[in-house]
């Protein structure tokens, strides 16, 4: 058998291997000859390049041609296909789950690379030589049109000439490949451009009308940069005619917080390249950098420091669920906290781009669906009416307790009662996405008993503390995290008042809500909202329960039947 392949190693390399053998005074140690030498006879080599050489040798044949370059884009199609499917055949849902394999996706990405000829090794450009009192010149026509040309230039710091410093892909600019960062501009429109600044510039091209003529000396380098994949969400709003620093106002991209946006260049520090996802315009626009944008929240936190001011809505210890630093008088109404709680590591997170990807649905397997919002504002009668309305498909985990059972509760079904030993030494082992104590017992939803009922074919409905959100947005639970925001203060008295809504606070509801828990819901909204929007996937105001309800019915329908935009670690 090892004769047999060895009739097939490449002559070039068989031939490479003797003269390495053959060769002395080489300046390398033993311990690299023999790499070398394993490496020119290892299999896996020789089987690459007889595929290379085979690929070269049959690529002007006839009897070899692609169908097609794009099988990626057109498998992307079929899986959107399949996924808005209201029914899924044994074939179709084979297919679904096929086409997903990374195995498969990377038999097509090679075919594609193979079609597109992207297999030929890219070399530097070979330098012209001139003489020395000689410089290559390039003369670049463009056409002027509402679309702006997409280059922006500057001054060069240790020349003092007009150079380009970056060009906007998909722009007039990039389109005609003439233009790249770096070269330097000698004249426009036949006026030298000598001695003057970018805004001197930039008013010569506002007054030209028609064709512009550029005189350009080619930078030394020109890079071909390739457009890059990477889609991130945005989780702040973005105006760039209110950006004092950004470098050309025209070239700027505008969006707002949960955008996804496509990032196609991230060469500049500072400034991205970047287009809304889905939008069909070529050109990109500037973006402010992740470490940029990072400054800039840093600098605004520490001014309002400075000014004596919180970064945070500020709560007291009492508007919060009670937690061991808190010395008053807990509520009747039992919550689960996190013993652990720290909002100040919390607040130290900042939010601003999140790489993301989109996930496709899979039957059978549903993603948890997460409510997160204050107490009181209604998540424990949202998620029974949708558990109502399909309890052999929605679940809710039951919970862990070390208190004794009570008269008519059976182990399992109110809650799994346990010793506080076990307890303990299970939420040391991190085995609880949340835990608490409440009246001197502990109380807690394991991760076993969610991904029990994921791993069932069921849809898992928890409804947390906001803090176990650092435990549960991980890559092997995938939860769709809804925020549930309370309306307007005078909103929220209303309708509560309207409904003659009885009081969560109050362990017996026989009550209304009092007015400074209205203020307390409002208060403990703003901070969770403050800390943790960056994590939500959809937001609903519980103004009027039914129209949230119906709102939640729709969330859950567009979890098990749409592909979605979730962290791009999450798809890997």
């Known amino acids: 058998m090892a004769n047999g392949t060895k009739e097939k190693w490449d002559p070039a390399l068989t031939r490479l291997l003797t003269s390495l053998q053959q060769a002395t005074n080489l300046p390398s140690t033993e311990e690299e000859l023999g790499f070398l030498s394993n490496l020119l006879q290892s299999k896996e080599l020789h089987a690459l390049v007889n595929v290379h050489n085979t690929i070269i040798s049959n690529g002007s044949s006839d009897r070899f041609f692609p169908l097609l370059s794009t099988s990626l884009d057109i498998l992307t199609e079929i899986l959107e296909e399949i996924a808005q499917r209201p029914y899924m055949s044994p074939d179709c849902k084979e297919l679904f789950y096929l086409l997903q394999k990374p195995h498969i996706q990377g038999v097509l990405y090679s075919h594609d690379s193979v079609a597109q000829k992207d297999y030929y090794p890219h070399l530097p450009e070979i330098p012209r030589e001139v003489e020395d009192d000689e410089e290559t010149i390039k003369i670049v026509q463009l056409v002027k049109s509402s679309e702006p040309l997409g280059a922006t230039i500057k ?106 946006l496509h990032i196609v260049s991230q ?8 287009r809304k996802e889905g939008d069909r315009n070529m050109r990109a626009g500037l973006i402010p950098s992740r470490a940029l944008q990072e400054r800039r929240i840093i600098h605004v936190r520490t001014q309002a420091v400075k000014n004596g001011e919180d970064a945070l809505p500020v709560l007291t210890c009492s508007q919060f669920p009670k937690s061991p630093r808190c010395t008053s008088k807990p509520k009747t109404k039992k919550i689960i906290y996190d013993i652990a709680e720290n909002d100040d590591f919390d607040r130290e997170e900042i939010a601003t781009y999140e ?13 948890p669906i997460v409510l997160i919002g204050a107490p009181g504002i209604g998540r424990n009668e949202l998620k029974r009416r949708l558990i109502d309305t399909n309890v ?60 029990a009922i994921i791993n069932a074919g069921k849809v898992c409905i928890l409804n947390p503390h906001y803090q176990a959100l650092k435990m549960l947005r991980t890559p092997q639970l995938k939860p769709y995290i809804i925020y549930i925001k309370p309306p307007n203060l005078e909103t ?36 969770i909202e403050f800390l943790y929007d960056h994590f939500f996937d959809e937001t609903i105001v519980n103004a009027d329960l039914a129209v949230a309800f119906s709102q939640l019915v729709s969330a859950a329908n567009r979890l098990e039947s749409e592909p979605l935009w979730v962290p791009a670690s999450w798809v890997q």
């Open 492 to 527: 929220l008295k209303e309708t509560r008042s309207a409904f003659r809504a009885r009081s969560t606070f109050d362990i017996n509801n026989s009550r209304g809500f009092t007015d400074d828990e209205f203020n307390d819901i409002i208060k403990s909204a703003a901070r």
């Open 355 to 367: 790489e993301v990807a989109k996930l496709y649905p899979r039957p059978g397997m549903y993603r």
């Open 155 to 260: 001054t060069d710091e240790s020349t003092g000439k007009i150079v380009i410093a970056r060009v906007m892909h998909g722009g007039a600019a990039d389109r005609s490949g003439l233009i790249h960062p770096g070269d330097e501009v000698v004249e426009v429109n036949n006026i030298s451009v000598e001695g003057k600044t970018p805004n001197d510039v930039l008013q010569i091209l506002q007054n030209s009308e028609g064709t512009i003529t550029f005189k350009l000396i080619p930078a030394d380098s020109k890079s071909g940069i390739r457009e890059s994949k990477v889609r991130v969400r945005a989780h702040f709003n973005y105006d760039s005619s209110t950006d004092p620093y950004i470098p050309c106002k025209e070239a700027g991209l505008d969006f707002v917080k949960g955008d996804v």
């Open 392 to 451: 052999n498909k929605y679940r809710t985990p039951t919970p862990f307790t070390t208190r004794t059972m009570r008269p008519g509760e059976e182990d399992g079904k109110e809650y799994f009662f346990v010793s506080r030993e076990v307890m303990e030494k299970d939420i040391e082992e991190g085995k609880f996405i949340e835990f608490g104590e409440y009246k001197g017992n502990l109380y807690g939803t394991s991760t076993e008993s969610v991904k």
């Open 267 to 274: 060469d500049d520090a500072y400034w991205w390249q970047a």
